[in-house]
């Protein structure tokens, strides 16, 4: 692993699931601090000052209910949302700040998996996964043959790693919900990420399916040696592999806590028992919160 | 309020308290802005047509009395004949007329693209770009193909090239619209998706938008070339080559049956130019082009006869593979380049024959493209004189002319409307009475539409003679076959469910298309009528040329006289009420949504 990145004063943040040091034997791949992001002039405030970092071969995952902000602070970390408040600091760049080759610079090194695949359905399998390769080459590219040979066969290399090396000729569109998101993580990987950033990657999977894109996922990571930030709604799914857990609740950070025996099953839960509908008992929740 | 309107009935029956102010519930909808602009639009609509009615003076009774002669016109006239001795001219002609619409389209498509991405709100972040885009493509959608030929007939001399140059111009304005639409609206997901890899704006643009938009160019180019087909005998009949300069020729010779002769085989090219194009499109794009979207991914996984690529069967599959461990595939299927599937070779055919076909529109009517470029440079100059420099061209005739144009427009929208209506609910399969009388309606409506307005213009000049009412009633012919498909198919995207709750409270047949079909086909239905309206004023515009009344006959004159002035001005004003009318129209259908 590269170790380009400065080092950051970690001494403020208990990094978890690796013994921090001042002389940077381990360097954060990602730094965020008191992020603040609102929508629609302020009325809607996604994150409320969300501070963390995470050291780089960690695998971290974030849960909450929906619209608690995962994706919005996961989305924050390739630029695809600049903060209203704060800083974002991903492989050394100051994201908010990068603009044009040196955002997508960044962005080569950060791959994103989506919820709902976000390939184009119309391509080959081959063609969405060679458009990882995009960061890597120059101008627009129009169908595979654009693509210089050794990345036709680097692509199908990924396309094999995700058990798709036989489709890769087949419309995307033609498969199925699992295997779409099999050819959104094989592009993810002809990037060569350091960084894999994933929203939900299997929230719209049925739950076997869910369990089997996700192991490959988190298996291909492990091999790269890439850095993770998930953010899921399965716990379940999430503590077989993950070092670290993150719980937001209204934009707020309301758990941090590596995945060890200390951990237990209610107190994740608690992230997700906010949910209340009537309003009635609010104050009650404020209080186990603080 | 405005949640009354949706449930009058209901309202009476709600136990509520009175009104504020004490005053009883009423048992009337409430009137409120919304519906008293509506009311206002169909009064306001209804009153433009009676006045367009009024003046064009379709007098029928002089119809009827005429009609003894009309109808001894009419039978000298129907021996439709092909005169042997002009038969290679003919053909000629109709080669240049296809060229011309091919080559006008292609380069309408070719200049378009570029024009419809610095037209897309997602992809062009300068808004003076945009705007400036935006009106280039409503420039050249108000200014008629006519207007443009004339113009062009000025740089190039006559012949084919103006033809083409004027299609293309024109072409812009539907092609760039509906392409910077369909940008505007792709999933943005997967272009976030591309972008989220580290690609460009143009990487971004090739592989998250163009990737996206190409069934939409498609089918778009193939349906433009139909109208563009369609339209181009006006063309000849300023000069601008093709089938309209035989049937200018036996007009003013008054040779009748060659005439309808050439005319009804023109319509006959033209619904085999449909047929053509509507083949093409389902070859090149599948099961896409017939149904959009939806359920498009299993469509053509089942089309393609590839069992491993059906949804089900390819889930269930996908956990032994994602171990990591891929099956040993064939040789074939490893291959680094795509395999020639049955679509691949179908799209690289056909688009061999498009280049084919663009190449042969400039060799079959002998065009040099150094003339194309090098003739340009007489352009400007002739810009620069059409612009009216003072209002000396604005006479009582131009302003009578003018307003004489629009009353075309609205009386011809108003008369195909009367015949449409009724008409759409037998051509739409959910509400026709029957197979049969669906067939026949849809066929009907099928070659009302593919006879040319100006063919159909000419012929009537012939029976009941010069003036707007020949043109109204031409324009009013080719509308109600459009207006027919056009409100047929929206009749037939209606809800059953609606229709199922109605019938089920004991409602009759006409009971049922009165309340369960017509609320829910009604936006559509009036969107489509201001579309209507749009055109048929469109076309007023160059009625004149044939002599069935409106602008186009002065600004034909203009043009021979070489009075640029007068020519700029009418173009100028054509401009500005076809633009106008556009803005009603959007105005309006942003009221009904």
């Not at chain 2, 003076?128 to 885009?133: K, L």
């Not at chain 2, 031409?474 to 509308?479: N, Q, R, T, V, Y």
């Not at chain 2, 020519?567 to 009420?577: A, C, D, N, P």
Request: aromatic residues 6%.
């Amino acid at each position: 692993m590269t170790t380009d990145t400065p080092a950051i004063d970690l001494t403020d943040n208990p990094v978890l699931g690796a013994t921090p040091s001042r002389n940077g034997s381990v360097t954060n791949a990602v730094v965020v601090r008191d992020l603040v992001k609102t929508f629609d002039d302020g009325r809607v405030r996604a994150l409320d000052g969300v501070s963390f970092d995470v050291p780089e071969g960690q695998m971290l995952v974030i849960i909450g209910l929906s619209g608690s902000g995962k994706s919005t602070l996961l989305r924050h970390l390739n630029g695809l949302h600049t903060p209203t408040e704060g800083s974002v600091e991903v492989l050394g760049v100051d994201v908010p700040a990068a603009k044009g080759r040196q955002l997508r610079t960044l962005r080569r090194d950060v791959g994103f998996v989506f919820q709902q695949f976000n390939i184009v359905g119309r391509l080959s399998c081959m063609e969405n996964v060679l458009s990882g390769a995009l960061g890597r080459v120059r101008g627009p590219r129009l169908g595979a043959l654009m693509y210089p040979r050794s990345l036709r066969e680097e692509a199908l290399r990924k396309l094999d790693r995700v058990g798709l090396g036989d489709r890769a000729w087949q419309r995307t569109d033609t498969l199925s919900g699992g295997q779409q998101q099999r050819v959104a993580i094989a592009r993810t990987l002809m990037q060569n990420p350091r960084i894999v950033l994933a929203d939900e990657p299997v929230a719209s999977l049925d739950p076997e399916i869910s369990g089997q894109v996700m192991d490959l996922l988190v298996q291909c990571c492990i091999e790269d040696n890439i850095t993770v930030l998930c953010s899921l709604h399965q716990v379940d799914l999430a503590l077989g592999w993950a070092n670290r857990l993150i719980g937001l609740q209204d934009g707020r950070i309301v758990l941090d806590s590596p995945v060890d025996a200390d951990l237990d099953h209610d107190s994740v839960m608690e992230v997700y028992r906010r949910l209340d509908p009537t309003g009635e008992k609010a104050d009650e929740y404020q209080a186990v919160v603080a | 309020m405005t949640v009354a309107i949706d449930s009058p009935r209901s309202a009476p029956e709600r136990p509520g308290p009175a009104s504020p102010g004490g005053a009883p519930s009423s048992v009337s909808p409430p009137w409120t802005a919304k519906r008293a602009t509506m009311y206002a639009l169909a009064v306001g609509f209804l009153a433009a047509s009676v006045w367009g009615l009024w003046r064009v003076d379709i007098d029928v009774r002089g119809i009827i009395e005429g009609w003894p002669e009309t109808q001894n016109l009419l039978e000298r006239m129907w021996r439709p004949v092909i005169a042997s001795e002009d038969r290679s001219v003919i053909i000629q002609a109709l080669l240049d007329t296809f060229f011309m619409a091919f080559a006008g389209t292609a380069i309408g498509v070719l200049l378009s693209i570029p024009l419809a991405f610095a037209a897309a709100e997602n992809v062009m972040p300068y808004r003076v770009v945009r705007v400036v885009a935006r009106a280039l493509i409503v420039f050249t959608r108000a200014v008629p193909t006519i207007a443009f030929a004339l113009v062009f007939v000025r740089v190039y001399g006559i012949g084919v090239l103006p033809g083409i140059i004027a299609i293309g111009l024109h072409s812009i304005g539907m092609i760039g619209k509906l392409l910077a639409d369909a940008i505007e609206e792709i999933d943005p997901g997967p272009r976030e998706g591309v972008l989220a890899t580290g690609a460009g704006p143009f990487q971004d643009m090739a592989t998250g938008i163009w990737s996206q938009i190409t069934p939409t160019v498609i089918s778009v180019s193939l349906y433009r070339l139909e109208i563009d087909f369609r339209g181009a005998p006006i063309l000849g009949f300023v000069g601008a080559g093709g089938i309209g300069v035989i049937l200018r020729g036996y007009q003013g010779n008054l040779r009748y049956p060659d005439l309808l002769g050439v005319a009804l085989l023109f319509v006959v090219l033209v619904v085999i130019m449909e047929i053509a194009s509507s083949l093409t499109r389902r070859a090149i794009l599948g099961s896409e082009g017939a149904t959009p979207r939806r359920s498009a991914g299993l469509l053509t996984g089942l089309l393609r006869r590839r069992p491993a690529s059906l949804p089900t069967s390819t889930s269930m599959s996908a956990g032994g593979a994602a171990t990591g461990s891929a099956p040993m595939a064939p040789t074939r299927e490893r291959s680094l380049r795509p395999p020639w599937t049955k679509d691949r070779i179908r799209l690289n055919v056909a688009a061999a024959i498009g280049v084919l076909l663009f190449v042969l529109s400039f060799v079959v009517p002998d065009i040099s493209f150094r003339e194309m470029f090098v003739e340009l440079t007489n352009l400007p100059e002739i810009v620069w004189r059409l612009i009216p420099k003072d209002l000396a061209w604005f006479t009582a005739r131009v302003r009578s002319d003018l307003l004489e144009t629009v009353a075309i427009g609205f009386a011809s929208t108003f008369l195909a409307l009367l015949v449409a209506i009724p008409l759409s609910f037998v051509a739409a399969s959910n509400t026709a009475p029957g197979r049969a009388s669906y067939a026949i309606a849809r066929f009907t409506a099928l070659l009302v539409r593919a006879a040319p307005d100006i063919v159909v213009a000419v012929l009537l000049v012939v029976a009941i003679g010069l003036g707007p009412a020949a043109g109204t009633l031409a324009l009013a012919f080719g509308l109600i076959g459009f207006a027919t498909k056009l409100f047929a198919d929206n009749i037939e995207e209606v809800r059953q469910g609606p229709r199922d709750g109605v019938v089920s409270s004991g409602a009759g047949r006409l009971q049922d298309l009165g309340t369960a079909v017509t609320p829910q086909a009604l936006p559509s239905l009036v969107g489509n009528s201001l579309y209507l309206l749009d055109i048929s004023l469109r076309s007023s515009t160059v009625l004149g040329i044939v002599g069935a009344g409106g602008i186009g006959f002065l600004l034909q004159n203009a043009s021979k006289t070489l009075d640029f002035q007068t020519m700029g001005g009418i173009i100028l004003s054509i401009f500005v009420i076809v633009y106008a009318i556009e803005l009603l129209a959007g105005w309006v259908r942003r009221q009904i949504i």
